[in-house]
Every structure is written in C-alpha cells, then in structure tokens.
Antibody, heavy 120, light 105 residues
C-alpha cells in the first residue's frame, strides 16, 4: 500500500523558515515524481512544484520560486519542502502528492497534510 | 490554463443526479482529473484523463467532456459524497479549479 506520512504541525516566526517532510512507503521512491500542494485556510488547492527524487530535478510554479525549496533524500525515501521568509500568507496546510507518471501524470496518492502557522 | 468551476456551491438530496462543471481558459486535450476533498482530509483522486475511474472509486462517479468543457456526474447522490470537488488540468502546467462545495439537503 502506497503511504505518504508527513511531519507534524509547525509554527514559524515571520521572516524565519520551516521544513516539512514526507516519508514515502509501499513503492520505489525514485520511480515517481513528488508534488507539493498548498491549501490556505478555507481556500482551494495550489500546485507549488515537483521534484524527481532520482535526479533531484525540480520545477516550481512561478509564484513559489522564491518561497519554496524542494529536496529529497533517497536513502530514507523522504521528500522535503522548505519555506523561507515566512509571512502570514504562508499560513496553510501543505500536502505532498505522488505523481502517477506516464501516461496519466495525475496525483494519485496524497499525504495527510502538514499545517504551518506563521505567528510572532 | 485557468479553470472555472460551477456552481461554487451545490445543494442536493440523497438519490439526486448531480452534475459539476469545469471550464478551461484553453483547450485541455482531455488531460483533466477530478478530486474529492472531505473536510479535514487530503484530496482523493476520482477521475483521470476526463473519464477514467480511479481504482476503488464507486461507479456512480463519471466524467465526460472535451476541449475546454468538462463535467463530473454523480448518478445517485449518497450522503457520504458531502465534500468539495476540484477539477485539475495537466495539459499545460498544473492547475486546480476553485472547487464546488457539495452539500446534502
């Protein structure tokens, strides 16, 4: 069974950084791209970017290029997202989601979400 | 590509046939999926490539469409279908619609 287990809630000060993890199990981690999706309170879903764990290659939505950094540790089958220069706009739940790959390229398995609260 | 979902809120009764709409700002070439998100949960994939039912999803869910216009249909609404539904295109970039919140009367 494919499972994505995310780290717990984070509280960050304005201007600081937080790092969220997503540990994958039940499949070969390097065979699938991992996406990250943001959901602000009461709002819809926004794609942040993806990482290919095998090669470390990444792609980001324009809006998040200076905000998010995606990394992956193949030895522990864990993907990470780091959010920098936190503001109140970054208060949200962040999901990791596996990409199904060819030929459909949809997000077919999701983590449970990790909440980030930016507060002084 | 921007996605516009309608209606934003839909109230229906158990047993009703329900239709949700998603319109793209450009041709999506059938690279359109639907997700269901229940309160406090992660989204769940229902439909991919316009009309392919994800494994384990009840057959009362179906998708259709082409070009810029797509539809998710629930043939007979169940109480557990209370959720927000998002369309998602992966033809040109990756974009979610703004969602349709489905309420049970």
């Amino acid at each position: 069974e494919v499972q994505l287990q995310q780290s717990g809630p984070e509280v960050g000060r304005p201007g600081s950084s937080v790092k969220i993890s997503c540990k994958a199990s039940g499949y070969t981690f390097t065979d699938y791209v991992m996406n990250w999706v943001k959901q602000s309170p009461g709002q819809g879903l926004e794609w942040i970017g993806w990482i290919d764990p095998e090669y470390g290659s990444t792609d980001y939505a324009e809006k998040f290029k200076k905000k998010a950094t995606l990394t992956a540790d193949t030895s522990s089958s864990t993907a990470y997202i780091q959010l920098s220069s936190l503001t109140s706009e970054d208060t949200a739940t962040y999901f990791c989601a596996r990409d199904s790959g060819s030929p459909y390229y949809v997000m077919d398995a999701w983590g449970q979400g990790a909440s980030v609260t930016v507060s002084s | 590509i921007q996605l516009t979902q309608s209606p934003s809120l839909l109230s229906a009764s158990v047993g009703d046939r329900v239709t949700l709409s998603c319109k793209g700002s450009q041709n999506i070439n059938n690279y359109l999926a639907w997700y269901q998100q229940k309160l406090g949960e992660a989204p769940k994939l229902l439909i991919y490539k316009t009309n392919s039912l994800q494994t384990g999803i009840p057959s009362r869910f179906s998708g259709s469409g082409s070009g810029t216009d797509y539809t998710l249909t629930i043939s007979s609404l169940h109480s557990e279908d209370l959720a927000t539904y998002y369309c998602y295109q992966y033809n040109n970039g990756l974009t979610f619609g703004s969602g349709t919140k489905l309420e049970i009367k």
